[in-house]
C-alpha cells in the first residue's frame, strides 16, 4: 500500500468519525431539547409578582381569580400535590401569608388561576376582596409535604370541606388527564349548602368524562329538598362506603376546616387507615 492510499484512509475515517459524532451531539441535544421541561416561576426563597388580569364571581363570595405569567408559554411550575403562599393585607392593613392551591397545572400555559373562598371576617379573604385587575399578588412557592408520583398508590380516598378541594382537584386532574395514570379517586366533599360547592361543574364533569375512575361525593349539612348526597356531617359509615378500604396500596388525603380535620383523624384512625396525608388549613 502506498503512502497516498493510507493518508486518504486517515482522511475517510475521520470524516466517517466526525460526522458519526455529530449525529450523536445532534440527537442528543435535539433530545434534550424536546424533553426540557420549561422553567417554571416560582421561587420558593423569594415573593414574586404576578398581575391579576380577570376576576371571576363564582358566587355571593367566591371568585376565580386569572393571574398572568411573565410570558404566553410560561409555566407557573407547581409540582402536583404543592402548593403557594399568598402575601396579603387584612383590614388592619398587617400582613398576611396563607396557602393557597391553583385549579391550573402546568398544561395550562401563561396563567395561572385561584378559587377563593372569602370568608366576612377572614384576613387574607379581606385582600383578595380588594384585589381588582390590574393588581399584583406576591406568591412564594412551590410548599408541601406531599409530592404526587403516577403510580405511587392504587386508589386514593380524598376527604375535603369548603376551600379544601382545591388541593384534591389538582390531584384528581392530574391523575385523570394523565393517559398513562391508572389511579382511581374516589372524593368526598362536605360543604354547608349547596351554594357552598366548589368547583361542582368542573368536578361533575371529571365524573362524567372518566367513569369507574373518579367518584365524586357530595355530603350537605343543610341539604335542600331534593337531594341524592349524604346528609350532616361525614361519618365513618360514608367512609367506608365511599372511600377504598384500608390497604397498603391507597391513601386517604384530606383538607378541610381545623374541626373536620379533627374529626376525619378520629374517624380514619377508628377505621384502621394508616396510609393518611392531611393538607393543614
Ligand atoms: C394546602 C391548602 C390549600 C388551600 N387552598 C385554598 C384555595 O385554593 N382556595 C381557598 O379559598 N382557600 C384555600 N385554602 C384555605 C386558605 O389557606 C385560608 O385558610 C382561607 O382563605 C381563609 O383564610 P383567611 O385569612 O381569610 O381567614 P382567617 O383569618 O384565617 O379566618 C377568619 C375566620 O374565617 C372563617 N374561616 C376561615 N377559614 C375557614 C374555613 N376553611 N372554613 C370555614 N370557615 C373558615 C372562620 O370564621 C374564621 O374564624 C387552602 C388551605 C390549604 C392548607
Known amino acids: 500500500m502506498d503512502l497516498e492510499f493510507l493518508q486518504s484512509m486517515d482522511v475517510q475515517i475521520l ?37 391579576l388580569v380577570k376576576r ?20 407557573l411550575g407547581l409540582p402536583i400535590g404543592q402548593h403557594i403562599s399568598c402575601r396579603g393585607k ?5 400582613e398576611v401569608i396563607k396557602p393557597y392551591t391553583p385549579t391550573t397545572l402546568d398544561s395550562d400555559v401563561g396563567y ?7 370568608y366576612p371576617q377572614g384576613r387574607m379573604s379581606h385582600h383578595f376582596r380588594e384585589m381588582r385587575v390590574g393588581d399584583y399578588l406576591s406568591v ?32 384528581a386532574r392530574a391523575i385523570l388527564e394523565n393517559p398513562k395514570d391508572t389511579t382511581n379517586v374516589h372524593l368526598i366533599y362536605a360543604n354547608v ?16 368524562k372518566y367513569p369507574g375512575r373518579f367518584n365524586v361525593y357530595y355530603v350537605l349539612n343543610q341539604p335542600p329538598e331534593v337531594w341524592n348526597g349524604g346528609v350532616g356531617f361525614v361519618s365513618k359509615e360514608m367512609i367506608q362506603t365511599h372511600c377504598p378500604a384500608p390497604a397498603h396500596d391507597i391513601q ?18 377508628a377505621l384502621g387507615y394508616s396510609t393518611e396525608m392531611l393538607f393543614q388549613f
Do not use: W
Open 15 to 51: 470524516a466517517g468519525v466526525a460526522v458519526a459524532v455529530l449525529a450523536v451531539v445532534v440527537t442528543a441535544a435535539a433530545f434534550l431539547f424536546s424533553s426540557k421541561k420549561p422553567k417554571g416561576c416560582l421561587d420558593p426563597e423569594n415573593f414574586k409578582e404576578f398581575k
Open 56 to 75: 371571576q364571581q363564582l358566587s355571593h363570595n367566591v371568585a376565580k381569580f386569572t393571574f398572568e405569567l411573565p410570558t404566553p408559554t410560561s409555566v
Open 90 to 94: 387584612d383590614s388592619q392593613g398587617e
Open 112 to 118: 395561572f388561576e385561584l378559587v377563593i373562598k372569602m
Open 140 to 171: 412564594k412557592g412551590p410548599k408541601g409535604r406531599f409530592k404526587y408520583q403516577p403510580g405511587q398508590v392504587r386508589a386514593f380516598g380524598m376527604i375535603a370541606g369548603g376551600s379544601g378541594i382545591t388541593p384534591m382537584f389538582q390531584v
Open 193 to 208: 349548602t349547596n351554594d357552598d360547592i366548589l368547583l361542582k361543574e368542573e368536578l361533575d364533569s371529571l365524573a362524567a
Open 252 to 269: 386517604i388525603l384530606r383538607c378541610g376546616p381545623p374541626p373536620m380535620n379533627k374529626a376525619m383523624g378520629a374517624h380514619l384512625e
